[in-house]
């Protein structure tokens, strides 16, 4: 069964420290995606991702954040200064396609973020 | 802001009864998924509804999309312990690519 892999699995950070969370989505996919989790909240979508550039952002995305796909594999997040609020965890997602309907994203593991 | 509403929150029933599940939104959504999400795990799909009043089984699952597509129900036939777990739904936010709006989640956990 393919999967989305994610790393690392948890990180500590300090505040104010940059850190870029891995993933690996499935070979085939073209759309990906993060969302994060905050311990006790609901999944909340963060980015999505299609041919290089983002197809949408929340409004939790702001400028401390940023996506990249640097290779043919790989699609990192990026928070530039983390910020105590900034601990959950991160999902990464991707999917064949885009298209509203019955669109299917298979879920990565997660990255549990730290900040003290 | 399209929010989704689960209720109950929490549930904890014995093997072998039934409940239902239900995810509740006054907002129009393009299809919605049910996710079941095991704790340190991403959340994993088991059913997409797509069309207004649609049901969908999934051996003793079944899944139901509201006529108006803006609310959803899941339904558990002589529930087992191994469905424990964190149920959650998510819709499409119709205009979008696929920006998921996730439920508040219902924690169900079935005792022997």
């Known amino acids: 069964e393919p999967e989305v892999t994610q790393t690392p699995s948890h990180q500590v950070t300090q505040m104010g420290q940059e850190v870029i969370l891995r993933c690996v989505p499935i070979s085939n996919h073209l759309y990906f995606y993060w969302y994060r989790q905050i311990l006790g909240q609901k999944v909340e979508f963060l980015v999505s991702?299609?041919?290089?550039?983002?197809?949408?952002k929340s409004e939790i995305f702001d400028d401390q954040f940023s996506v990249e796909r640097p290779d043919g594999s790989n699609f990192t997040l990026k928070i530039r200064s983390t910020k105590l609020e900034d601990s959950a965890m991160y999902f990464c997602?991707?999917?064949?396609?885009?298209?509203?309907?019955?669109?299917?994203?298979?879920f990565g593991a997660g990255s549990r973020l730290t900040v003290l | 802001t399209q929010l989704l509403e689960q209720s109950p929150q929490f549930l904890s029933i014995q093997e072998g009864e039934n409940l239902t599940v239900y995810c509740n939104s006054s907002?129009?959504?393009?299809?919605l998924q049910w996710y079941r999400q095991e704790p340190g795990e991403g959340p994993v799909l088991l059913v997409t509804?797509?069309?207004?009043?649609e049901v969908k089984k999934l051996k003793r699952l079944t899944f139901q999309f509201g006529d108006a597509r803006k609310d959803s129900s899941l339904h558990i036939t002589a529930a087992q312990p191994g469905d424990t777990g964190l149920y959650l739904c998510?819709?499409?936010?119709?205009?979008?690519?696929?920006?998921?709006?996730f439920g508040t989640g219902t924690r169900l956990q079935v005792t022997l």
């Open positions: 991702f299609y041919n290089n550039e983002i197809s949408e």
């Open positions: 907002s129009v959504f393009s299809s």
């Open positions: 997602a991707s999917s064949e396609t885009g298209f509203s309907g019955a669109n299917v994203l298979t």
């Open positions: 509804v797509v069309t207004g009043g």
């Open positions: 998510a819709g499409v936010i119709p205009g979008t690519a696929s920006k998921l709006t």
